[in-house]
């Protein structure tokens, strides 16, 4: 789906139930089970994050230096990191790019408030970057809030027209959390006309994926 401009790099997280950004995205009635069944069989029902992979999580918490504990699921390095970001944008809220960086490091250790925070701080100051805006959107899922997602998403796309891991992402938040098969296969096209040889996480090509949808609704 490409990589993310300067900061972060693609991959990608199993989400719940079936994100956020890169990492991955996450129904109800029986007349979409089949069909979430089917899709999670497809990309296991993940949405496109921008952020590069975290450092493996430590079993405890480390102390980097000092009295001050390390933040939760941070390695040493990360951990020392993350403080100093945070005196930093202390000393100087103006520096955009030290609320990004704070913002993927929450974001990789799934400290998810924290790093909508941040992002809302780095968007503050530069609001044209689509890519944070797409992280952010992840993280809104993650914690429940599919509208914001969307909203992020949207944010991003109007943005970047040709954003295409914000469009994959509006499709799976679409369709597993509101419902929406056809608002998600709308997105899906649109992502097409983009470029058409656009795939899943999982390497299944978009336009096979929405004729699997297809196929599965007209069965039911």
Excluded: C
């Amino acid at each position: 789906m490409g990589k993310k401009s300067t900061e972060k790099k693609k991959k990608d997280l199993p989400a719940e139930p079936v994100t956020g950004g890169a990492k991955y995205v996450r129904v109800e009635t029986t007349a979409i089970i089949a069909l979430v069944a089917l899709v999670i069989g497809f990309f296991g029902g993940e949405i496109l994050k921008l952020s590069k992979p975290p450092a493996p999580v430590p079993s405890q918490a480390v102390m980097p230096s000092g009295d001050t504990p390390a933040p939760q699921g941070l390695s040493p390095e990360q951990a020392s990191k993350v403080l100093a970001l945070e005196k930093e944008v202390s000393a100087n809220p103006g520096n955009v790019d030290a609320w990004t960086e704070l913002g993927h490091h929450y974001f990789d250790s799934h400290q998810h408030e924290k790093a909508i925070e941040a992002y809302k701080k780095a968007l503050a100051l530069r609001p044209d970057n689509a890519n944070v805006w797409t992280d952010m959107g992840v993280m809104y899922r993650d914690i429940g809030k599919p509208s914001d997602a969307l909203a992020a998403f949207d944010k991003a796309m109007q943005i970047d027209p040709r954003h295409e891991v914000s469009r994959f992402n509006k499709g799976i938040v679409l369709m597993m959390d509101m419902g929406d098969h056809k608002g998600a296969v709308d997105a899906w096209e649109e992502l097409l006309k983009i470029n058409p040889s656009a795939k899943a996480p999982n390497g299944e090509p978009i336009k096979e994926l929405i004729e699997k949808m297809r196929g599965t609704k007209q069965g039911e």
